[in-house]
């Protein structure tokens, strides 16, 4: 008796894995198309999602000392093309505005497409001594890079995201803020959204534009695709330079400050998804989880619905008072609902599952008469009957339990497809037969790299950071490589 219009079964992953992505955000209702081509409404349990995540990171950015603050939506045209180099490597993705108060304006207002030649622009009359140093801002905002082929959360013509600035005295203390952003991104994927990342550095085609050089961290999707997990960039004195940003350091000498830049976006919402989740729909990390436990009461008649109520009232007023550690040694108590819709269990155990909760308590009269309930887990769904009176209590542990699970299963998912490759014809073989990551010794060359992607269509998502050298001989022409590269087709 599924309502109308609402469609319970979605593509299955594994036929076609674009399919079921769109089915998923689409029925699990996480997000929907705008009247604008390429934007996207988030809708209220994607958005609980975002936000669990955004709130993660933003924890970890304040406990490194770094500060919130806002800037304006409009940069200058003049300003954005102070920095040749960075404006090139946005030229088509900006949108501008050129009309406002019923006329054209003298100079057009680019919408950021991120916000670093506007904050130089400001804080150079916020830094003036080396005392004023390092300066850590972090910016909430949303951005907008006009994209032709957009999918929603992935790629979309306007994103929120967090774009990280910092300006300090020394190149060192710029090198050690650009790996401070790196494990940033680290922790809230592996910890947090239970996703296994690689760390490492990009190459020259890949980097930021006007970028010294970008780190990133990179995971495997479920259909053995990259997907890059954020990125963190050592601008070095090339925008303090640019925008004449000076400091008088201890020496009495003036110098330009050393920058740097990272960000994390809503692509990591459909990250999440497509690292965890299956052919019934979305999996959940318990961290992220909206609900983390779903109790379905099973009733046909009204005596049966009294009796059922009567054995979750003191079930939920035990979750209420619950406390679960989170990594951070902040407690909280199980997030948990209780579904009393007037629809039949199946479509109900649909709808969570769709959601991706990660435990369903199932109560009817015969659970009731033996005081407990049936703990079907998500990710497996496998089935536990448990006295309810110790619900409350053993349920924190058992949310700890399933988010090492989850990420344990991403970690056996990502070794199981990740390849080392020596020879061409191998690497363009498992790429279609096998998608995965492919981990290549490759010479270093920037014709080289691309000349691989136009072949195979993968590229090189970045070289590993915590990698010893390991000599060998480039894939594609043989000439000397001093450590692998990790390739891969990416979102
Ligand atoms: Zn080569």
């Keep these: 008796m599924a309502k109308a219009g609402f469609v319970t079964s979605i593509t299955r992953q594994s036929e076609d894995f674009p399919a079921w992505y769109n089915d998923v955000v689409r029925k699990a209702e996480l997000a929907d198309y705008s009247p604008v081509r390429g934007c996207m409404i988030i809708r209220p349990y994607g958005y609980a999602i975002w936000e669990s995540m955004r709130d993660e990171l933003d924890r970890h950015i304040k406990r490194t000392g770094h500060q919130n603050v806002y800037f304006p939506l409009f940069v200058p045209r003049s300003l954005l093309e102070k920095e040749a180099e960075h404006v090139e490597g946005f030229n088509p993705q900006v949108a501008w505005v050129t009309h406002a108060g019923g006329e054209e304006l003298n100079e057009w207002l680019a919408i950021r497409p991120t916000s670093e030649t506007l904050i130089a622009e400001v804080v150079k009359d916020w830094i003036q001594s080396y005392r004023d140093l390092p300066l850590l801002m972090n910016l909430w905002n949303n951005v907008v890079r006009w994209e032709l082929r957009t999918r929603l959360f992935l790629r979309t013509t306007e994103f929120l995201w967090q774009e990280a600035h910092t300006f300090h005295a020394t190149e060192q203390e710029a090198v050690d803020e650009v790996a401070t952003g790196l494990e ?53 004195q090339n925008f303090a330079r640019a925008a004449n940003i000076e400091f008088l350091d201890r020496d009495n000498e003036r110098k330009n400050p050393h920058g740097t830049s990272w960000g994390f976006s809503t692509r990591m919402v459909g990250a999440t998804i497509m690292a965890h989740g299956d052919d019934s729909g979305l999996v959940l990390p318990p961290n992220v989880a909206p609900v983390q436990v779903v109790i379905v009461p099973i009733f046909r008649s009204d005596e049966d619905r009294t009796a059922v109520a009567g054995a979750i009232k003191p079930l939920e007023a035990a979750l209420r008072d619950s406390r679960r550690t989170l990594p951070d040694g902040r407690t909280e108590p199980v997030r948990f609902q209780v ?41 497996d769904r496998s089935k536990e009957p448990v006295p309810l009176d110790r619900l409350a209590a053993e349920l924190p542990d058992r949310l700890d339990a399933y988010q090492r699970e989850i990420f344990g299963r991403a970690v056996a998912f990502r070794d199981d497809n990740t390849h080392r490759i020596d020879e061409y014809d191998d690497f363009k073989r498992v790429l279609d037969e096998q998608p995965g990551f492919v981990l290549a010794p490759w010479c270093g060359d920037s014709a080289c790299e691309k000349q691989i992607s136009t072949d195979t269509g993968a590229t090189i998502r970045i070289v590993p950071l915590d990698q010893s050298d390991e000599p060998g001989a480039c894939l594609r022409d043989g000439r000397p490589s001093r450590q692998p590269a990790l390739f891969a087709r990416a979102y």
């Design 184 to 236: 940033a991104y680290r922790s809230v994927a592996e910890d947090w959204l239970a996703i296994p990342v690689i760390k490492g550095r990009k190459t020259e085609n890949e980097k930021f534009p006007g970028a010294v050089y970008t780190l990133a961290v990179e995971a495997l999707m479920r259909d053995g695709k990259a997907l890059q997990a954020g990125t963190s960039h050592m601008l070095g």
């Design 339 to 379: 579904d009393w819709r007037e629809e039949t269990p199946g479509f109900k155990y649909n709808h969570w599952e769709l959601r991706g909760v990660p435990f369903r308590l199932e109560v009817g009269p015969r659970d009731v008469a033996a005081e407990q309930g049936m703990l079907v887990k998500r990710i």
